[in-house]
Structure formats: C-alpha cells, structure tokens
C-alpha cells in the first residue's frame, strides 16, 4: 500500500530535522521538483533535491510540526526549523506544499517562505 500524504509529511518534517540526508531524498519520486523558496530555481531530479538537503548536515537541528492540511493527493504542512551553526542560530518557520504520485511519493514541494520567515541570531 502507498503511504499515505499525511504519514509522508510527518515523516519529511521528523528527518528535516534527524536526516540523514539520503532518506529525505527518498521520499521524492526520481524526477519530482523542488522549489524552495518559492521564485527560487527549481531543482528537478535527485541530485539537485540532495543537494538542498545536504547542505543542513553541517547543521545541528529540530523542528516542530504545526499543522499539515490534506487534500487528496497533495499536502501543505506548517513547521519550525531550528539550526545552529558556527555560533549563529537559524530559525525558520515556511509552509511547505506538497503534491504526491500514487505511490506516495512527493512529485512536487514549494516551499512559502521570505526573509520575514528567516531569522539568523548569535548563540550568546
């Protein structure tokens, strides 16, 4: 049985934050787009998505779920991500907006987020 949009959410937020990054990228269907943010280049494949998720490895990070809303085969969900690196604190907090394939697999993810939802502090 496919996963269902819900399960598949739940389970991207949770490795957002945990990785490791090869399972994030598990989730998307081999030709799925990512744009993140939204207005940014899209990266369409496998290997452009790995490389957006490999770039928070060097990050230790959390993130929160708020709310996931579905609607059939496609999904928006609210979190809170929360990284620390190289004494500075990145807190970000989009809404992602997910469309899935009958397998489960995310074929397309826009990410909702500007400069308002980014905020990039020193650890005191």
Do not use: C
Not at 2 to 8: G, H, L
Not at 36 to 58: F, M, N, T, V
Not at 69 to 78: E, R, W
């Amino acid at each position: 049985m496919a996963a269902q949009p819900r399960d598949v959410v739940e389970q991207y937020v949770k490795l957002v934050a945990t990785g490791p990054t090869e399972e994030i990228v598990q989730l998307y269907a081999e030709d799925a787009v990512v744009e993140d943010p939204i207005g940014s280049e899209p990266r369409r494949g496998h290997e452009k998505i790995r490389e957006l998720y490999a770039a928070l490895e060097a990050m230790e990070r959390e993130t929160e779920l708020h709310t996931v809303k579905v609607a059939g085969n496609h999904a928006a969900v609210s979190f809170t991500m929360v990284g620390t690196f190289s004494g500075q604190r990145m807190t970000l907090d989009p809404i992602d907006v997910m469309e899935f394939d009958d397998e489960g697999k995310i074929i397309s993810m826009r990410a909702y987020w500007g400069p308002e939802n980014l905020k990039m502090e020193p650890i005191q």
